[in-house]
């Protein structure tokens, strides 16, 4: 069945500093691919999105290139802050009726001044 | 607005009890869902409903039993509570199951501790 891996955590980075969450997928046909993220004490909130290979999502400076090829997504940021403290899960969808989002097991995130 | 709401936000119950969450969302969406995310974060997906019908019923114990009355409303009964039940169950919704590039909108979600 569909699958999506994430990079265990937790990620601690030092503030300014380049993220990346690495994330592959398994899935038949053709997947949209999703990034969410859960700030503490609350729901997932959706970060960023691609629909098709190629695609490169974007949102608060975070971006996710949906690469075909590799069958990955991975999430960047050129310059975190303390406030994208957070969990970070990755996500797909391949489309079908009758299905839900497939959710990776979640990275943390925590970045210190 | 609340997009996605359910209700209550914590619940502490006793083993055994028998007890509700419910779920609105006012985004016009035809399907509905619950997730349960256990102590490490991992979500699961527990039921969705696409406009009122049920669709996904995945391996659950039949102790919790999901209730659609309308397209913008899905609650969650849970009887005969145990300790493992304890998590943070979440309501999501999205437009219709069978579109693709669909991403769904969650509510905060509901902080079960049975003790």
């Known amino acids: 069945g569909d699958s999506v891996t994430q990079m265990e955590g937790p990620v601690t980075l030092s503030e300014e500093a380049f993220l990346t969450i690495n994330c592959t997928y398994t899935?038949?046909?053709?997947?949209?691919l999703f990034w969410y993220v859960q700030y503490p004490g609350e729901g997932l909130q959706l970060l960023l999105k691609?629909?098709?290979?190629?695609d490169k999502g974007s949102n608060k400076g975070f971006e996710a290139t949906y690469r075909k090829e590799t069958t990955s997504f991975h999430l960047e940021k050129g310059s975190v802050q303390v406030s994208d403290s957070a969990v970070y899960f990755c996500a797909l969808s391949d489309g079908q009726a009758g299905t839900a989002l497939i959710f990776g097991k979640g990275t943390t995130l925590s970045v210190s001044s | 607005d609340t997009a996605v709401s359910q209700t209550p936000k914590y619940l502490v119950t006793q083993m055994g009890n028998d007890k509700s969450i419910k779920c609105e969302q006012n985004?016009?969406?035809?399907?509905m869902y619950w997730y349960k995310q256990d102590s490490k974060k991992f979500l699961k997906i527990m039921f969705s409903y696409n406009n009122k019908e049920l669709i996904i019923n995945e391996t659950v114990p039949n102790r919790f039993s999901p209730k659609s009355p309308d397209k913008a409303h899905l609650n969650l009964h849970i009887n005969s509570l145990e300790l493992g039940d304890s998590a943070v169950y979440f309501c999501?919704?999205?437009?219709?199951?069978?579109?693709?590039?669909?991403?769904?909108?969650f509510g905060q979600g509901t902080r079960l501790t049975v003790v």
């Open positions: 899935a038949t046909g053709y997947p949209s």
């Open positions: 999501a919704s999205s437009r219709s199951a069978a579109r693709t590039n669909t991403e769904a909108f």
């Open positions: 691609a629909t098709k290979a190629d």
């Open positions: 985004l016009g969406h035809d399907t």
